[in-house]
C-alpha cells in the first residue's frame, strides 16, 4: 500500500489556487456534515520506530514525504530515511531541495515537483522567481546523480485553460513525466457557471490538442508519461476495471502529523475518514468508496469517481459538478477514440504495451 506521510502542514509558498484561495474560503458548510478533529500539530510528531513496526506490517509500503511542504522537515525525512527501508517517494515545491543531502534524494526514487507549465505560468500562480529556482534546483540533484523520475504536477486554474500549451512547455523543458489537475469542485466559494463552461470548453479542445500531441511522439517510439492519458490507455489496453485511480481509502492512505491513518492528506483533519492508527494492521484498515452520482456513471470503470474529498464534500452544486464530469467524459472519450490508432503503432513494433505501465498510487491522482 502507499502512505503519503505528512511532515508539516505549514508550506513555504503561497500559491494563488491554494494558500490564497484558503483565506478567502470562510465557511464551505463542511462543518455541518463531518466531524472535524484539529487537534494534530503543525509539524509530525510520528514515533519513527511506530511508524517502521507499522510499515513492516505491509510487505508492499511504499512512503510518500508529503506536506504543507515536506522539506520544512529535513530532520524528519532523515530520521525516517536512516530507520526504515522502503520505496520512498516525494510531493514537493522542491525550493528546499537543494539543503536536502544528495544520498537521500537519491533515494527518493520518484519526485512530484510543483510547477505549472511555463516560466510565466509557475511564477504567476507560485510567486516570483519560483520556476527559475525549482528547475535550478532539478539541474543540481541531476547533477548530484539523481537518476529517479521527475513528474512535472501542474495545477490548472479556472482562469487559463490552455492545458496543452503549459503541458508542452514543461516538456520542451526537459520533462518526460507530467500530471495535472483542475482547480474545481475544491472551493465553495469559486464556482461561476459562465466562467467554468467557457473553461471547460476551451480545455476540452486543448486536451484534444495535447492527444494529437501524445501520438505524434508515439509514432517516433516515445511515450510520454502524460499521466492522465496513460492511466486510461493502459486500463483499455488491459481491458482493466478501475476503482478511484488515486487510490485513497483502500490503496493508499495518508499518515497525519500525530499518527492517524486517513483516507487522503487533505482529509486529514476530517474524523468520519480515519481509518486507524499507526497500531492498526495495514490490512485491516477501515475501506472508503465514492457515492452519489458516480456509482451510476457509466464511466465509472475508467474513471473511478475522480477523487473521494470532491466526491464526499459536493462543495459545488451538481450543475457545476456535472461541467466536471463532462472534461472527464471529453477525456476518455477521446481517448477511447485513438485506442485502434495506438494499438496499429503497438502492432508495427513502433510502441509497446509496457511503455503504458506505471506504478499506481505514488501520487498522480490520474482523473484531472
Ligand atoms: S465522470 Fe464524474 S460521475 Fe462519472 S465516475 Fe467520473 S467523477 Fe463520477
Ligand atoms: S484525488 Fe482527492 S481523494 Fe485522491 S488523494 Fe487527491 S485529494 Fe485525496
Redesign the pocket.
Known amino acids: 500500500m502507499h502512505y503519503h506521510i505528512l511532515l508539516s502542514e505549514t508550506c513555504n509558498s503561497e500559491c494563488r489556487y491554494c494558500y490564497k484561495k484558503s483565506l478567502e474560503e470562510f465557511d464551505n458548510g463542511l462543518d455541518k456534515k463531518f466531524k472535524f478533529d484539529f487537534s494534530s500539530p503543525e509539524d509530525s510528531i510520528v514515533d519513527v520506530k511506530k511508524l517502521k513496526k507499522f510499515l513492516e506490517k505491509d510487505k508492499n509500503a511504499v512512503l510518500i514525504f508529503y506536506g504543507g511542504e515536506p522539506l520544512l522537515r529535513i530532520d524528519k525525512i532523515k530520521e525516517i530515511m536512516d530507520a526504515i527501508d522502503v520505496p520512498f517517494r516525494m510531493q514537493t515545491n522542491a525550493k528546499l531541495i537543494d539543503k536536502l543531502p544528495k544520498e537521500y534524494v537519491n533515494r527518493i526514487t520518484k519526485l512530484l515537483v510543483s510547477l505549472d507549465g511555463s516560466c510565466e505560468r509557475t511564477d504567476y500562480n507560485r510567486g516570483e522567481g519560483t520556476y527559475d529556482r525549482v528547475m535550478e534546483n532539478i539541474r543540481l540533484i541531476k547533477k548530484n546523480g539523481y537518476n529517479g523520475e521527475i513528474v512535472a504536477r501542474m495545477t490548472i486554474s479556472q482562469e487559463n485553460p490552455d492545458l496543452y500549451e503549459q503541458v508542452v512547455s514543461l516538456i520542451r523543458a526537459g520533462f518526460d513525466s507530467v500530471h495535472w489537475?483542475i482547480d474545481a469542485g475544491f472551493f465553495k466559494f469559486d464556482y461561476n457557471k459562465e466562467k467554468f463552461s467557457k473553461f471547460a470548453d476551451e480545455y476540452n479542445k486543448s486536451v484534444s490538442k495535447l492527444i494529437d500531441y501524445w501520438i505524434n511522439g508515439m509514432k517516433k517510439g516515445k511515450v510520454l508519461k502524460l499521466y492522465p492519458f496513460l492511466a486510461i490507455i493502459d486500463s483499455l489496453i488491459k481491458n482493466e476495471k478501475t476503482k478511484?485511480r488515486?487510490?485513497?481509502?483502500y490503496a493508499?492512505y495518508a499518515i497525519s502529523t500525530d499518527g492517524k491513518v486517513v483516507?487522503?492528506?487533505?482529509?486529514n483533519c476530517i474524523e468520519d475518514f480515519c481509518a486507524g492508527n499507526l497500531d492498526s494492521d495495514p490490512g485491516k484498515l477501515k475501506k472508503f468508496d465514492v457515492s452519489g452520482d458516480c456509482t451510476n456513471c457509466k464511466y465509472l470503470d475508467l474513471c473511478g469517481g475522480?477523487?473521494?474529498?470532491?466526491n464526499q464534500a459536493q462543495l459545488w452544486p451538481k450543475e457545476g459538478n456535472d461541467l466536471i464530469c463532462s472534461t472527464i467524459k471529453h477525456l476518455i472519450d477521446e481517448l477511447k477514440a485513438k485506442l485502434p490508432e495506438i494499438n496499429s503503432l503497438i502492432k508495427e513494433g513502433k510502441i509497446s504495451k509496457q511503455q503504458f505501465e506505471y506504478e499506481k498510487y505514488f501520487g498522480p491522482?490520474i482523473i484531472p
Open positions: 489537475q478511484l488515486c487510490g485513497a481509502g493508499g483516507a487522503c492528506p487533505i482529509m475522480r477523487c473521494l474529498y470532491w491522482e
